[in-house]
Nanobody, 121 residues
């Protein structure tokens, strides 16, 4: 599975962005996908993940109620809708894939290049 994240940019606090994770590979439709982020000087942290069908999702407490993860397997794409953005959401965002959902980035097999999200105050 090859992944490519896109959709990042500069937005004011309170604004919204939608990230996309486009995938190639026959196993994408049976893979769980996670979003992670990494701010300068910090470890990569879990944001959200979704199972292969889109029927199960999980969110970090810091984004619950503001971010929504979804997928369209017909388009081989997973989305992360980010609303009510805060300056502390500023980071490089990555998508990753593996066989089942988990919050631990070390368990993910495939990673895409990240996309920068910057939220100004």
């Amino acid at each position: 599975v090859q992944l490519q994240a896109s959709g990042g940019g500069l937005v004011q606090a309170g604004g919204s962005l939608r990230l996309s994770c486009a995938a190639s590979g026959r196993t994408f439709g049976s893979s769980a996908v996670g979003w992670f982020r990494q701010a300068p000087g910090k470890e990569r942290e879990f944001v959200a993940c979704i199972n292969w069908s889109g029927g199960r999702t999980d969110y970090a407490d810091s984004v619950k109620g503001r971010f929504t993860i979804s997928r369209d397997n017909a388009k081989n794409t997973v989305y992360l809708q980010m609303n009510s953005l805060k300056p502390e959401d500023t980071a490089v965002y990555y998508c990753a894939a593996r066989s089942s959902m988990t919050r631990d980035p070390r368990d993910y097999d495939y990673w895409g290049r990240g996309t920068q999200v910057t939220v100004s105050s």
